[in-house]
């Protein structure tokens, strides 16, 4: 009988409670960190250090902001080393040069074996024990392995792949559009129109993806135009609730105060834009968020800039 797998969550917010719970209703043992003693659910052994979390598992889970992550990398480097696994559920990128946080893992450990999670599931879904599917990406096949044995049951189906990068911008740059998706939605936009922001903005995702180094054929599936599309039933995910409330007239602070949740994409989004401007790459939907959505322009105004753009 094969030894039962072990797994070490990094996080207490809803990401980091849920992706416990859902190693734990995979029947993994599951031990997590969070310096909040009661994010960590009952059954769940809490580290208490992140210096002994290497000591707990050999996969590790990160589930924190991406502004948290180069500190908190660095803070488990120490008890961490080449026979360690390390895998992020991050939808963001360190810096102004958009660092991957597979790098960051790199840069602040001697972990070489690293992965991210991605794909259409929520975390409401996971922590409930819905049946929720989970993409893993990583250049070395024991990484999505070892997540398959620590999280898939038949309440959670993990697809593997090994396109890491591709998976990291999907995962991005997804949470980006979805703000647009929402907006649009509440706005009361034609369905056709919904799916035409949709299906451009996957295809500008792709070929940003593509630039940075990435498969765009990621973006063709569950990863990128799967996550999307789920976002069209997925009313609570944060970059929903935030698009539905700045269609509602909300001023961005305003309406990042009443998601009452950190969303990644905010900050992200002028950062992909200044960085598809400066290799000369055209991205108009994304431009359209930055510059007209999270400045309040009519939305009239932002589908007549849309349609008039060139095809």
């Not at 917010?13 to 734990?24: S, Y």
């Not at 080393?81 to 450990?109: K, P, Q, W, Y």
């Not at 044995?149 to 697809?159: K, V």
């Not at 789920?230 to 909300?250: D, F, N, W, Y």
């Amino acid at each position: 009988m094969s030894e039962q797998p072990k797994v070490a969550i990094v996080g207490g917010g809803p990401w980091g409670r849920a992706l416990t719970l859902a190693a734990q209703n995979a029947g993994a043992v599951t031990s997590a960190f969070s310096r909040k003693a009661d994010a960590v659910p009952p059954g769940v052994t809490r580290i208490e250090s992140l210096r002994d979390v290497g000591r707990a598992a050999r996969l590790i889970v990160l589930a924190v902001p991406s502004a948290a992550a180069a500190d908190v990398a660095r803070a488990l480097g120490d008890g961490l080393d080449g026979s360690h696994l390390v895998v992020h559920a991050v939808r963001g990128f360190a810096g102004d040069g958009l660092e991957t946080i597979s790098d960051v893992i790199r840069r602040e450990t001697p972990v070489r074996r690293v992965g991210a999670l991605g794909g259409p599931v929520l975390a409401e879904d996971l922590a409930a024990g819905r049946p929720s599917v989970i993409v893993s990406g990583s250049n070395f096949p024991e990484v999505n392995a070892a997540i398959e044995a620590a999280f898939g049951w038949r309440g959670t189906r993990i697809y593997p792949t090994s396109d890491l990068l591709g998976l990291e911008w999907a995962s991005a740059l997804v949470g980006c559009l979805a703000i647009g998706v929402g907006y649009a939605i509440e706005q009361g936009m034609s369905a056709g129109l919904v799916a035409a922001v949709i299906c451009r903005g996957i295809d500008e995702a792709a070929r940003i993806a593509a630039e940075a180094g990435g498969d765009e054929r990621t973006l063709l599936g569950l990863a990128g135009y799967g996550d999307l599309l789920a976002c069209i039933a997925q009313r609570e995910r944060p970059e929903m609730r935030l698009g539905v409330a700045l269609a509602q007239g909300l001023s961005l602070g305003e309406a990042v105060a009443a998601t009452k949740l950190r969303v990644e994409a905010v900050e992200l989004i002028p950062r992909i834009v200044r960085w598809t401007e400066a290799r000369g790459l055209r991205a108009p939907i994304l431009s359209t968020l930055a510059h007209g959505v999270f400045e309040k322009k009519p939305a009239a105004e932002l589908v007549a800039e849309l349609m008039a753009f060139p095809r």
